[in-house]
């Protein structure tokens, strides 16, 4: 029979792989709990319409990369390519939108990108979204909660860069002086994308990463220059937060991030260490989108950090060993042998019980194996005796010790 292959783009996380993303997960959960975080798990599949009306019709998101299809009633659904868009839909359902509410999620996004080294077309987020709040205290708290969960799991070598989006006071007034500088420029230094969207989205060309678009622009204007007293002071503030906080914050003035929905502050953290995609993670503020997505004025910051990419920049991580290793020397111990487990399993310890007689020497090669610290023997002699045999496999000393007082013997845990 022919085998059936994952489609290109879509990993499996298989051991031991897979246990760098549990590892992760845990560290989120115990961060960003620190902080408040309560965890929300939400559909992967949404309705179209949630993506095009909050990251927005003319990102390459929307435009290129969804996975929307029309399911069995004709309706347009789309898998999320991203996490955002489906908590605050969630939060607006759940009512309750008042003070702050801090949600943490994490699980698969989906976007068709073309896939290389960091970039999936299923790849998995951790998402952090406060809503509910609007000082700079707030985004300041958000990203320094970023920045400890980084520093919890020692991934090193990073930066962080920051930038305003402004607000809907003074975004025109940059549009305008963007546009006017993009009509300045010869269109044909320009991508093809880039050509339709200096009329359509011209913010976006700042965000392109051609490299003729890019020098193209060197001279566009900036986004800092143009924001009103409000927007300028709420991002010195965030900025001198960060600097008492000691952490290192560079201003990069074309960092407009790929989603629509961002105002005043948005930043990301990248490594040098992982090739052409960078971004570990990303966010900001997105005040006004609960309100566009039908629910009540309640602004909103928020974060995700790429899974994927972190786990090529975490060091190697030695999950803790097993206790125990019960090695069955006679089929007519098995039974008693799988008994004895399930008491140490209850009094905290962690093994595995073989499930097959075998010669000490095959047994203890399997031991060697899963790194126990603690072999246990049993065969028919000591069945009749009932007792067992302990190996520390450090030492190699052997002892024999009462079945009952197994549990006392390797060092008795919980009861
Ligand atoms: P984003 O920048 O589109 O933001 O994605 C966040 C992170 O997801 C990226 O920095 C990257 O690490 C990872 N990522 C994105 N696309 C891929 C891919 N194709 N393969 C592997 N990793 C990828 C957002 O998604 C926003 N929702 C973040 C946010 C939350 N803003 C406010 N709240």
């Avoid at 909050?54 to 789309?78: A, C, H, N, P, W």
């Avoid at 006004?288 to 994927?308: K, N, R, S, W, Y």
């Avoid at 007689?357 to 000591?382: I, M, W, Y």
Wanted: glycine residues 8%.
């Amino acid at each position: 029979m022919s085998r059936i292959q994952r489609i290109k783009g879509f990993a499996d996380l298989f051991p031991p792989e897979s246990t760098a993303f549990t590892y992760m997960e845990t560290v989120a959960r115990e961060v960003f709990g620190a902080y408040g975080c309560q965890e929300v798990r939400i559909p992967i599949l949404e309705r179209t319409e949630l993506f095009a009306r909050s990251i927005g019709e003319e990102t390459d998101v929307v435009q290129k990369e969804m996975y929307t299809f029309t399911d069995r009633k004709g309706r347009s659904l789309t898998l999320r390519p991203e996490a955002t868009a489906g908590v605050l839909r969630a939060f607006i359902e759940a009512g309750g939108h008042e003070g702050v509410t801090k949600l943490f999620t994490c699980g698969p996004m989906f976007r068709y990108e073309r896939p290389q080294k960091g970039r999936m077309r299923q790849f998995h987020q951790l998402d952090v979204e406060v809503l509910g709040a609007k000082t700079p205290q707030a985004d300041a708290e958000v990203i320094l909660m970023l920045w400890t969960f980084l520093e919890r799991l020692q991934v090193v070598d990073l930066t962080l860069e920051i930038n305003s989006l402004g607000c809907p006071a003074c975004r025109p007034a940059f549009h305008a002086a963007l546009r006017s500088f993009l009509e300045g420029i010869d269109l044909a230094s320009l991508c093809e994308d880039c050509q339709r969207r200096t009329t359509t989205n011209p913010l976006r060309v700042l965000d392109c990463k051609v490299p003729t678009c890019r020098t193209a622009t060197v001279n566009a204007p900036r986004l800092l220059d143009h924001l009103c007293p409000e927007c300028a002071t709420h991002f010195a503030q965030v900025r001198a937060i960060l600097q008492a906080a000691a952490v290192p914050a560079t201003i990069n003035h074309r960092l407009v991030r790929g989603l629509d929905y961002y105002q005043r502050t948005t930043f990301e953290i990248l490594s040098g260490a992982i090739g052409a995609q960078s971004a570990v993670a990303g966010g900001g503020r997105y005040d006004g989108l609960v309100a566009a997505l039908g629910g009540p004025d309640v602004p909103g910051i928020g974060f995700a950090c790429g899974m994927e990419r972190l786990a090529l920049l975490l060091p190697p991580h030695r999950p803790q060993p097993m206790d125990f290793y019960l090695a069955v020397l006679d089929a007519a111990a098995l039974d008693t042998a799988l008994l004895v487990g399930q008491t140490l399993r209850r009094h905290g310890f962690r093994g595995e019980t073989a499930f097959e007689a075998k010669s000490p020497k095959a047994h203890l090669r399997q031991a060697n194996k899963l790194g126990v610290k603690t072999c246990l023997l049993l065969g028919e002699d000591e069945m009749a005796r009932g007792v067992i045999v302990v190996k520390d496999m450090a030492t190699g000393v052997q002892t024999t010790v009462a079945q009952d007082d197994l549990a006392q013997a390797l060092g008795f845990r919980t009861a």
